[in-house]
């Protein structure tokens, strides 16, 4: 599995496995078909409420831990210095371990700044080998840079072919960020998997239009961490690093972008105000 070297040295996998809306009774038996299958880098967050399945497939499945890459991320309701430092204990006992490979701030909401004073001190500790945020557009992830010691190694954010951030990586990729996408294809809305053009390079290169999205992501320097709760296409997924798409179907797919969320829009008030208010692992 290639990887990428992030701004403090460690080495993150270029593909891993998300576990957003997998339910915590199904999310053992999940993850351990992704480990056979190959992926090493695994995403949760406390928000999902399923670190405890994560753990245990990770307990069972006897890969070395320094062979891993555990992903875990901070709620809102836990930004705040104190409650920082005790939602990263309760995370890594939940997952059990001793320590995280990277640690996010999920949502720039409440007081992520106290969130990230304790964030840096857990990664001078070592207990988080690489510390990050999620869902921090520009202004907010500049303003955080510039006013602490330790720049996020990862922003973590909603990318893929009809929202494909490209200034958003030009002002990362200056500042030493990583880009990781969520959502990399797409939640499969808005008929992503039938479009036209991306099933042309499908049949093109003989993969099908998750690969080419996965690829075209990849290519573009970004860590992707797709979901599938079935084998088939967890092994379809990982199955991307034996083609490469050409100049132009790299350009055939740019003009797909809208240029905005088809999930969440993380500046409208509303949509702040109730996810800033929701509580998980309480
Ligand atoms: P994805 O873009 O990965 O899409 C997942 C959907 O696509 C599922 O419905 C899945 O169905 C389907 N799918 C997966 N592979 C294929 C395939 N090869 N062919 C056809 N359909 C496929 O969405 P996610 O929202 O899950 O994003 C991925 C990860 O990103 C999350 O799991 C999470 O770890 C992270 N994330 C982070 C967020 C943040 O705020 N930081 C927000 C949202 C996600 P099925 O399972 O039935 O195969």
């Known amino acids: 599995m290639p990887k990428v070297t992030l701004n403090n040295g460690i080495q993150i996998p270029v593909l891993g496995f998300g576990v957003y809306t997998i339910a915590p009774e199904h999310t053992e038996q999940v993850v351990t078909e992704a480990l056979a299958v ?18 245990r497939a990770i307990a069972k499945s006897g890969i070395p831990r320094d062979e891993l890459f555990v992903t875990t ?8 210095d104190d409650s920082a430092k005790r939602a990263f204990e309760r995370s890594l006992r939940r997952l059990g ?8 701030i999920h949502q720039p909401f409440g007081d992520y700044y106290g969130a990230w ?7 001078r500790q070592g207990a988080a080998r690489a510390i990050g945020v ?23 954010i909603e990318t893929h072919p009809y929202f494909q951030r490209g200034a958003e990586q030009d002002l ?6 990583q ?17 036209r053009i991306l099933n042309e390079i499908a049949t093109a290169h003989g993969k099908s239009v998750a690969q080419v999205v996965l690829r075209w992501l990849i290519q573009r320097g970004i860590v992707v961490i797709p979901k599938s709760v079935r084998p088939e296409r967890m092994a379809e997924n990982v199955d991307v690093f034996d083609f490469r798409l050409t100049e132009d179907e790299m350009n ?18 509303q949509s702040v105000s109730w996810l800033g208010n929701h509580r998980f692992n309480t």
């Open 117 to 123: 004073r304790a964030m840096q001190n857990l990664n």
């Open 252 to 269: 055939r797919i740019a003009p797909l972008d809208t240029g905005s969320s088809s999930v969440f829009d993380h500046r409208d008030p």
């Open 172 to 177: 990362m990729r200056n500042r030493g960020v």
């Open 179 to 195: 880009l990781g996408s969520w959502g990399p294809l797409a939640h499969g809305r808005d008929d992503l998997f039938t479009h």
């Open 134 to 156: 999620s869902n921090f557009y520009p202004d907010r992830l500049v303003d955080l840079i510039d006013h602490n010691e330790i720049t996020p190694a990862v922003n973590q």
């Open 97 to 104: 371990l001793d320590y995280l490979d990277l640690y996010l």
């Open 73 to 80: 991320k901070l709620w809102v309701q836990d930004a705040g």
């Open 38 to 55: 190959g992926y090493r880098l695994i995403d949760t967050a406390a928000a999902y409420e399923n670190e405890e399945a994560v753990g």
